[in-house]
């Protein structure tokens, strides 16, 4: 078995150390580190994106509530100023409306008094119309003068009945 | 090995004039000495070289250009990486990431030796009893070392299970001394036999194919395929015990649970 010659053990026990120690001091000193370092650089980049990505996730969510505060506070605003708007144009037109009625109930009155004078002043007018036409009658049938006074004192009595 | 085994190897060897142990011989390149010591640059030491270049080209290709989205071989060193990375956490802590660096070499270096084998005319480092136990010695060493230097004399703990009565321990402790000084054994014995059999196993069967000839040859051919995915997941396998075995053992060092 030529694992047995231990002639040869010596040489094969140096050039084992030569050149383990050789990769050794080369893979510690040199790749690993820079091997290391790239997956390490890796890592805190992704770390770093996802970080980049919880914050932007925050910022979105920030916005999105605030969105909605302003949206809620701009729809209560807009409800008061049309109660507002509302209130004020039934005040108007409750005025308004008020000064229409109080302008009418003003000339019905004045019409109702502008009646009545009309009215008295027709009925005076009946009464000499009456006289009249009783003293003409009177005239007609009987052939007798009637004065105007009696006439019209007649025509107030019967008038009066 | 049995005698009959044997025999059929040396049968089959004779038959094509293979010899299955040929492929484990150490050949020398270049005949050296330094300091009366033999420094000889050969087969096993060449193809160190070629396993050290590997694994440093491929982690140099992965990480010259890189970028935040990898491209191939980026992905495969950085895959490799994190597969350590994360065997050492899950199976050290993070305080074993402190010997990441030697995990991960260790761990390349077996892969690619065993990975090396499995091409033809290659050598195969880690079918040498010498260089796995080597391995093995000093990740014994090193985590006694950091055992003893971490928890001082404390660390002789570990010998004594606890909730065990009193009496037990006598035989208890002498039977967890002998299994952590085994541990080196067990280590290297498991990588370097997996490594030796299954090349022998192939080499076998590949004489076979050729004393059996194109008749019957088909038969052991198509093992010597299916036995080729077996090896290449064993070589990947072995490297991954190692290094795994190598992890938890160092946890035993930093974190003592009994």
Known sequence: ?161 | MSADTGTVVETAAEGSGIDPMHQFVIQTKIPLELFGIDVSFTNSAMFMVIAVILVSGLMIAGSRKATLVPGRLQSVTELSYEFVANMVRDNAGTEGLKYFPFIFTLFMFILASNMIGMFPYTFTVTSHIIVTFALAAIVFLGVTAIGFAKNGIGYLGLFVPSGVPKVMLIILVPIEVISYLTRPVSLSVRLFANMMAGHTMLKVFAGFVVSLGVIGGWLPLGFMVALTGLEVMIAFLQAYVFAILSCIYLNDALHMHH
């Open chain 1, 1 to 161: 078995m030529p694992q047995l010659d231990f002639s040869t053990f010596a040489p094969q026990l140096v050039w084992l150390f030569i050149t383990f120690v050789g990769l050794y001091l080369f893979l510690a000193k040199v790749a690993l580190p820079r091997i290391g370092g790239v997956i390490e650089q890796r890592r805190d980049r992704i770390a770093d994106d996802l970080d980049e990505a919880a914050r932007l996730k925050a910022q979105t969510d920030d916005a999105i509530a605030a969105y909605e505060t302003s949206l809620a506070l701009a729809k209560a605003k807009a409800l008061v100023i049309a109660q507002e708007t509302r209130d004020v144009l039934s005040a108007e037109t409750d005025k308004e409306r008020s000064k229409v009625e109080a302008m009418l109930s003003e000339k019905a009155r004045e019409a109702e008094v502008r009646i009545a004078k009309t009215k008295q002043k027709a009925v005076a007018n009946i009464k000499d119309v009456a006289a009249d036409t009783a003293q003409a009658i009177v005239q007609k049938l009987i052939d007798k003068k009637v004065t105007k006074k009696s006439a019209s004192v007649s025509v107030t009595s019967a008038m009066g009945k």
